[in-house]
């Protein structure tokens, strides 16, 4: 194969002759053939033979590369010459460099794309459609975009990483929560502990004293048992026939008597034996429905009238203005005359219904829930959340039927929702 460039003597395979020339055609040299050079292309920085040179001219990839058809005119630093041309590479074809755009699908490309994929594309050749790029409008509208994105993309980042500190704050605050609701829950726990120890320390000592009852009654007998032995041991040696005969009807009538087979009876009733019996309820609810969830959103809220007075027990006597979340529609029975309003939640403990304002988090959220631990004269009670804090006030019913809140004697009203307005 012959070497690119200048050579002294070659045989031209299209002439049929040995002529002397400068340089071949670069694109002849790679099939082979040793073509005399006709011109040379600045952006390819290759000699062209007289065929070669038309074509690079037709060719979509190459039409708008710069063309030299004098030879005797090329620079000698020609391929040196530095250009204005583009030095980016092609994302597609690794080894080309980025000269073309097509208009209709907004890509920027090398020759191999235009040739390829963009054969009947309106195409841009960037060398030529560069010039004065930096006087036009499209320039100066894409600098002020890219600042415009600048800014945004600023904003939304100072935005995200406040929001970073926002979910670092909430997991604290989660954490918190958790905490609180463990050591409500432990001392829940401690309390309903201290009352089965107590219960079973009464049960204790219940029949313990029913025991100690029998065993006195067994020293009493045994007391008596005694003294008669005492005295007919006495009178007999001292020959007193009439105090013997005494002791001797006492010790039968104390032998006859039914005395040890009842005190035996009783103590066959008093068991010693009594076992724990573990509340299936709590042991289940703590095994099988974990210890809590989150949420990622506050309940609706419905805005009700001022509530005039929440209760003694609250830091300030009125409220500026509450709002009751809507309770579950399956928590409503329908004999329960609250059973349609809908900041009535049903049967709930506390612990949900603190769960359920904390969710809310605004000053004057309340809900009503039945009593779980009430009778007929405490059926319900009032859950408000203020400043941060849970206020569970008692909704007592009196004789005639009549509700009042907390121990507000005179905020008796005809039913729960007059309290609330």
């Not at 708008?64 to 030095?87: G, M």
């Not at 010693?272 to 809590?292: H, P, V, Y």
């Not at 904390?358 to 000053?363: L, R, S």
């Amino acid at each position: 194969m012959a070497a690119q460039g200048r050579t002294t003597r070659s045989s031209s395979v299209f002439q049929g002759s040995t002529e002397d020339y400068d340089y071949n055609c670069d694109a002849c040299l790679t099939s082979d053939q040793q073509v005399e050079a006709y011109g040379y292309c600045f952006d390819c920085k290759d000699y062209l033979c007289i065929t070669c040179y038309k074509s690079h001219g037709k060719n979509r990839a190459s039409r708008h590369h710069k063309l030299l058809d004098n030879i005797d005119n090329i620079p000698a630093n020609a391929s040196t010459l530095p250009e204005d041309t583009c030095v980016d590479k092609c994302s597609v074809h690794a080894n080309e460099i980025i000269k073309f755009f097509c208009v209709e699908h907004s890509i920027l490309g090398c020759s191999d794309c235009v040739t390829l994929e963009h054969r009947t594309c309106t195409i841009d050749y960037i060398p030529e459609k560069c010039q004065g790029i930096e006087d036009t409008t499209e320039y100066s509208v894409t600098i002020q975009k890219l600042s415009n994105l600048l800014e945004q993309s600023n904003a939304v980042k100072a935005k995200a990483t406040d929001k970073i500190c926002e979910l670092e704050q909430t997991q604290t605050n989660v954490v918190d929560d958790i905490n609180r609701f463990q050591k409500e829950l432990n001392e829940h726990i401690d309390e309903l502990k201290k009352q089965s120890i107590h219960e079973s320390e009464r049960v204790k000592k219940l029949k313990e004293n029913d025991i100690r009852n029998v065993i006195d009654t067994c020293d009493e007998l045994t007391s008596n048992i005694r003294q008669i032995q005492s005295s007919l041991k006495h009178t007999t040696a001292a020959k007193l026939d009439c105090q013997t005969y005494v002791s001797v009807k006492r010790g039968e009538n104390l032998v006859t008597s039914q005395d040890i087979k009842v005190l035996e009876k009783a103590l066959e009733k008093i068991g010693t034996k009594f076992m724990f019996e573990r509340n299936t309820d709590i042991a289940s609810s703590l095994c099988q429905t974990g210890f809590g969830k989150l949420s990622g959103s506050a309940a609706p809220v419905v805005p009700v009238r001022t509530l005039h007075r929440a209760a003694d027990s609250c830091p300030s006597a009125t409220l500026a203005r509450a709002y009751g979340i809507h309770g579950p529609h399956q928590a409503r029975v329908q004999s329960d005359p609250l059973s349609t309003e809908e900041w009535y939640h049903g049967e709930i403990d506390r612990f949900d219904a603190d769960k359920r304002l904390t969710a809310v988090g605004q000053d004057g959220t309340f809900l009503v829930r039945k009593s779980i631990h009430g009778d007929k004269s405490q059926p319900y009670s009032l859950a408000v959340l203020y400043s941060g804090h849970i206020y569970n006030i008692k909704i007592r019913k009196t004789h005639d039927g009549k509700m009042v809140l907390g121990e507000d004697r005179e905020g008796i009203r005809n039913h729960v929702s007059d309290m609330l307005l």
